[in-house]
């Protein structure tokens, strides 16, 4: 029978234990941002499992930067919604 790759969630769980060095020289105010981007990896498992990549790095990394984007465009439809008040007040 042949081998099996790892599954993208069992990748993303040894590159979590490969970077717990790392984390834990991180000061505390930073473990928690490190925790939440190793959290949005993981919100897209089943889009990079699809890729089957070796090297889980490229899949971790896109996951990471789409959930960026998608914090960052909510952030400015926020900011677009507060702004939008004042600029119908001027034009009254």
């Known amino acids: 029978m042949g081998r ?3 599954t993208f ?3 993303l769980r040894a590159f979590e234990a490969r970077w717990q060095p790392y984390r834990r020289t991180l000061r505390r105010r930073d473990q928690p941002h490190f ?3 190793i959290d ?3 919100a897209h498992a089943d889009a990079a499992g699809v890729v089957n990549q ?3 790095y490229q899949p971790i ?3 990471i930067a789409l959930e960026q984007e998608r914090r960052l ?3 400015e439809e926020r900011i677009d919604d507060v702004d939008q008040p004042e600029d119908d007040a001027v034009q009254n």
């Open 4 to 6: 099996t790759n790892p």
């Open 9 to 11: 969630r069992d990748q």
């Open 54 to 56: 070796r090297d889980p």
């Open 40 to 42: 949005q990896a993981a």
């Open 61 to 63: 990394l896109l996951s």
């Open 35 to 37: 925790d939440r981007l």
């Open 73 to 75: 465009t909510t952030l």
